[in-house]
């Protein structure tokens, strides 16, 4: 007898299952949803930032409501590039994401506009659990820390990326930063997002401040850096963003909230979207699952695709679904590798942004939204490598990093503060 008690379980209140929870009250508002999440509340301390191209006509129903802000186009300022890129550019908060989730999670249910079935019911679509570690994943059942167990036709882990330490990669560059949102006392100087102002002191790698002004007076300003290694230092960040801040002319500013990442960038093969076994394991979602552009950190694109294809069929048939869906990115994912590899080692860390500098120059802006969407083609991908190498290679490194490392070896040094990495420590991660 199949006792499940729902349709779908969805494991880490993430970014995957708040998408998930969305795409499915869109497309199956009928259906029975439960979300555990092991902190007390849901979707962390993030702002996660798309472009709102990436978005399928299909998704764009359910995502739509979700955006928070919204501008008509941003910035890159490269080594003396300056460009806008005539791009729409969204953000959301995780606070203001959590709501919508938690919000749509308690709506009651109505027709079913996959099967239009129409179940009236008195029960609320989902069920939120906070505060509850789950400890066992299988394809049909979780159970959690307090040994309670759940049943549901279709089990997805969406419990994000691995610490640094236990990395899905044998090798990989990280992309980190830290974001420090401020109010300000007189109005920010720039109109949209800067995402990308590399007039800042280079070190650790490409380095750069992204900014995201929400109004005039309320602005994230992020120290960003495409590093080989995981340390990051806050106060050094601190220090990076007030010395660009007084460098734009605002000098009154307080501190009202943090956020830090450190994302794989991964130069080897593994886990790709999909690549988590669908088989007898629960289906895997989100970081989890690979579902991330691997050369842009990004993983919203990928992420939201991932639900509506879950979203848009049956429990029994996502497993399908999905199977096609990682197959069509397969091929781009390998090539982001191979776009990492390039930056990570074979081009000496000062003179990487050379590659930013001509990604930006070179693509057409119906080019740059198909990469960040990952959904570009072959011409795209022969636009972004074909054409004068960048200066300061290193073809002995980047040779030495076609031979699989051992993870060992790159689990040591990423844990290591980059204050004391040496020369050697670089040339043994590949680098
Ligand atoms: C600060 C920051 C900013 C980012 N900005 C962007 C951006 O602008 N655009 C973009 O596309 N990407 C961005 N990313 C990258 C990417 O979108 C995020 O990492 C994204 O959150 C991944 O989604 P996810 O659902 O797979 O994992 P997460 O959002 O990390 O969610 C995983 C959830 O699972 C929970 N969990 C883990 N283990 C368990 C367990 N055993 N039991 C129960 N719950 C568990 C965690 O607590 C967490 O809430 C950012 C990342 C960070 C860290």
Redesign the pocket.
Known sequence: MNSFEFDYIL???????GLLVLALYHHQPSARVLL????DA?????????HPRDVSTSAAAWVSPAVEYRWPSYQVRIHGLEKQIGLSYA?ISSTYFAEIVAKTLARFTGENRVTGENRESSQPFGVLLTG????QVHRNEITTANGQSYRGRLVID????KPANQSHFSQTGYQKFW?FEIELQSDWPFDGPIVMDDRIEQCDGFRFIYSLPFTRRRVLVEDTRFSNNTAIDRNDCLQKVGNYLSSCGVNAWSIVRE???L?PMPISGEHKPGSESLADEAMA????GGW?HAAT?????L?MDFAETVASTTPERAAAAVTTLAVSNRTRSQFSRFLNRLLFCLVKPPKRYQIFRRFYQVLSTDSIARFYSHRFTARDAFRIVVGLPPAGLQPIVFARSLFRQPKRTIATVANSNFTQISKSDYEEIGV
């Open positions: 494991v880490g209140g993430g970014l995957q299952s555990v999440e092991r902190q849901i979707a962390g301390n993030h702002t996660w930032s798309f953000s509850s570690e789950v400890t969406c419990r994000g990326a974001g956020e830090h990442g994302l979602g989100g970081y989890a991330f950190g990004y993983s919203f694109p992420a």
